[in-house]
């Protein structure tokens, strides 16, 4: 339990949410047109919101567009809505004077102004208080702020990216979110596929982690073997790739034998409860043998009854000896044609 915390705080500090372009990408057709949307909105100053599920990479994504953008030699400042109280969040953003509140012994400039000739990143801009809406609707609008306890108003010119999990036009509709707001910082949306959707990037993700894990640890690591990039490519990742992340950590820390522990398990359904206990008992090495005998079984018995049965055709087919064949059939228990006619009652003719 103590390495699987281990594993997974260490984690959080590797830079997940900087990705080499092609890894970022990938090769997967859901990417495509995020990434030819991305390119054209990256020459224009527009603000942009970029949805999807969480451990997506909507933060990947942008310092991505920050970095090829007009504003990529100011500072990209990130501020999570979410995570700071709403009563603290006002002097974060806009900053404030000395004196104006308990406490307030020295001038604090926000992240809005820091944000100047650069890129200020709202994450999860759906959980922002209503009356701060209020304000940030008005720097919007014409670039102005003022700092807490200050009269006098500053201009700061910078570039405006939000990102959210949650339905917008839901939370509009429910009165958490301002519709004129909502208007201002979609001008350009991008969505951010769900890992699942994209299983064909997988295995360069998993290198990319494996390679920044073990430069973090000072670890050697072995090369991930077929079967295991058949294994993770099966997985349902509802922790998207900051659930591959922490995984590929755990498998640099303690190798191929790591117990495999997901994050999120409570919110998978009930038919895969008992497959993620599974996991969390077997080591790796053997669930990725496991899926591969499974597969392999599929495809034997999908080729064999396309053709007939034939046993010599299906070894031509799959381009294995017949010899080989044989053995696989009785490995993976599958019965013949005539014991499956048998079994559904069927009289058997000496043609076949």
């Not at 949410?17 to 090769?27: A, C, E, H, S, W």
């Not at 909502?182 to 299983?199: A, D, G, H, N």
């Not at 990319?208 to 894990?213: A, I, K, P, T």
């Amino acid at each position: 339990m103590a390495s699987t915390q281990t594993s997974q705080s260490l984690a959080a500090k590797v830079q997940m949410n900087v990705l080499p372009d092609d890894t970022l990408f990938g090769i997967a057709p859901t990417m495509f047109g995020v990434r030819s949307k991305a390119e054209k909105i990256c020459r224009t100053n527009v603000p942009v919101l970029l949805c999807g599920e969480g451990g997506t990479g909507k933060e990947a994504l942008a310092r991505w567009i920050h970095s090829k953008s007009e504003f990529a030699m100011g500072e990209f400042v990130k501020v999570n809505c979410a995570a700071i109280p709403s009563a603290l969040l006002e002097s974060e953003l806009f900053g404030y004077e000395k004196g104006a509140f308990t406490g307030a012994n020295l001038v604090k400039p926000g992240r809005v102004e820091k944000a100047h000739q650069g890129t200020l990143f709202l994450d999860e801009i759906a959980d922002l208080d209503w009356n701060l809406q209020s304000k940030l609707l008005h720097f919007l609008q014409d670039g102005t702020f003022s700092r807490i306890g200050d009269q006098g108003e500053r201009r700061v010119e910078c570039r405006l990216i939000c990102s959210t999990n949650k339905d917008m036009e839901k939370e509009t509709a429910e009165g958490r979110f301002r519709q004129d707001l909502l208007y201002r910082i979609q001008v350009f949306r991008l969505t951010m596929p769900p890992l699942r959707e994209r299983k064909e990037d997988i295995p360069s993700l998993a290198e990319h982690f494996r390679q920044q894990f073990e430069k973090q640890f000072e670890l050697k690591s072995f090369a991930f073997p077929p079967e295991m990039l058949v294994y993770l490519k099966s997985l349902p990742w509802l922790g998207n790739i900051r659930e591959l992340s922490n995984g590929i950590a755990r498998y640099v820390l303690l190798g191929p034998e790591a117990s495999l522990h997901q994050e999120n398990t409570g919110r998978r359904d009930r038919a895969s409860e008992g497959e993620a206990e599974r996991a969390k008992r077997l080591p790796l090495k053997r669930i990725a043998k496991d899926v591969i005998h499974e597969m392999e079984k599929k495809v034997i018995l999908e080729s064999l009854r396309a053709n007939q049965w034939n046993r010599r055709k299906t070894a031509q087919e799959l381009k294995i000896s017949y010899r080989a064949l044989i053995y696989k059939i009785r490995d993976a228990g599958l019965v013949s044609r005539r014991a499956a006619l048998q079994q559904q009652g069927r009289e058997i003719r000496p043609s076949e």
